[in-house]
């Protein structure tokens, strides 16, 4: 113990930020007038300390074996400041457990079991998550069109971009896979005058968004229905398609299959949108130090990242060209960090939600996990791309009058005036 005490008041001193830490035995190290202090319950978090391993003590503040005081960008700079080394690099390992991680990707999302792992985060608590999102409800990145924006006019701003990027038109048939709490779908149709079909797999979002359809006298152009990618009716192609914050839960198994799916379900020329989280590294599918096992544990079970290249390369397999590529990683870092300073400012609100002992528990997980991940986003160990796509040009002009079907315009002003 005196050893472990010795390499924790050295890691102290050489942190960015002042910490002071009172051990289990009643013992405080580090400094006196800190920034943060911690008090440790339980003393295997000195060993997680100690080895930097900051995704287990994220389980461990969770499960109660510490405490802390003081603000979660000054933490974060904590976590950092003990990681032994990049936790992309940490992550990446050998063809073996890749291997491993593709076979258990492939039983792990069943129709049932996204089903199950939906549920398990979109239908904590709307109430909570209405404390700490804009008023839209946008769970997604944000874009900061204007340096000055708030949150809410950041996720406008992203809404708008999307729509952009797709070139809605007055009349057109759009699909939203994972709808959400209906922001796209609803800024869509009152913005673009399309006609729009949503599915979600969490029954929370499903009747939360049916309600505003029925408010805003939607019932004629918006339909959100609970159901499954793979069960989409295939009959009617759509004239656009967006994918939002979507294809993380998909699996990286399944991500040809998906976007072959999404492929049929586009008419010839169309356009497909796909925004979603990706890994910083070129092969791993998560993030190392116990960052990654923390996620799956607590947050998002059954979600998978992979790089930009692996989703390009997906979407080419099932038979999709990319059009336009956009990497917002500090939007989404300067998103995250605005979600987690809300919660902060709003934890007794919080707290009063989520007030049985699991809630609690789910609470500090997400205080861990929007203040991480906008330090994974600012330090680019993850990142949010969006990839514009069209089916590939294929058959002959008897069948496709290319490029009278092609929706995409040549220039990308139309996006940006």
């Known amino acids: 113990m005196a050893a472990l005490t010795s390499i924790i008041e050295k890691k102290l001193a050489a942190l960015p ?7 289990p035995d009643g013992k405080k190290v580090g400094a006196k007038d800190a920034a943060i202090n911690i008090q440790v319950n339980d003393s295997s978090v000195l060993a997680h300390f100690a080895a930097g391993e900051v995704g287990v003590l994220g389980e461990d503040y969770v499960e109660g074996k510490f405490e802390f005081d003081g603000s979660m960008r000054d933490m974060m700079a904590l976590a950092a400041g003990i990681l032994p080394g990049s936790p992309v690099e940490a992550a990446e390992k050998g063809w073996l457990t890749n291997l491993v991680r593709r076979l258990v990707s492939v039983w792990r999302h069943s129709t049932e079991r996204d089903a199950r792992q939906i549920e398990f985060h979109y239908d904590l608590s709307d109430d909570f998550y209405a404390l700490w999102l804009d008023p839209r409800r946008v769970y997604s990145c944000g874009y900061y069109r204007e340096p000055d924006f708030t949150l809410a006019q950041a996720q406008e701003a992203k809404l708008d971009h999307i729509c952009r990027k797709l070139a809605l038109q007055p009349g057109e048939r759009f699909l939203d896979v994972g709808g959400g709490w209906g922001g796209l779908m609803l800024w869509a149709a009152e913005n673009y005058d399309v006609d729009v079909t949503g599915i979600t797999l969490s029954r929370n979002q499903h ?158 997980a997400y205080r861990m996990y929007l203040a991480g991940c906008a330090m994974g986003f600012e330090y680019g160990w993850i990142s949010l791309h969006q990839i514009l796509a069209q089916p590939q040009p294929g058959g002959t002009s008897t069948e496709l009058d290319y490029p009278a079907a092609q929706a995409y315009p040549w220039r990308r002003n139309y996006i940006y005036k």
């Open 17 to 23: 930020v002042s910490v002071s830490m009172q051990l």
């Open 207 to 364: 009747a939360y968004v049916n309600q505003l359809i029925e408010s805003k006298g939607l019932q004629g152009r918006v339909r959100f229905e609970l159901l499954d990618y793979r069960k989409i009716d295939e009959s009617k192609p759509f004239d656009k398609i967006s994918s939002v914050g979507m294809f993380e839960h998909v699996g990286r198994a399944q991500l040809t299959p998906y976007f072959a799916k999404l492929k049929r379900l586009l008419r010839p020329g169309g356009l497909l949108m796909n925004h979603g989280i990706t890994a910083g590294g070129l092969s791993n599918t998560g993030l190392g130090a116990g960052m990654g096992d923390f996620i799956e544990k607590y947050i998002f079970p059954g979600g998978e990242l992979v790089h930009v290249h692996y989703a390009l390369q997906s979407m080419a397999e099932a038979g999709l060209e990319d059009l336009d590529v956009e990497n917002l990683r500090p939007h989404y870092a300067r998103t995250l960090w605005a979600w987690s300073d809300t919660l902060e400012e709003r934890l007794d609100e919080a707290k009063a939600i989520l007030n049985t002992p699991q809630g609690q528990r789910s609470l500090r």
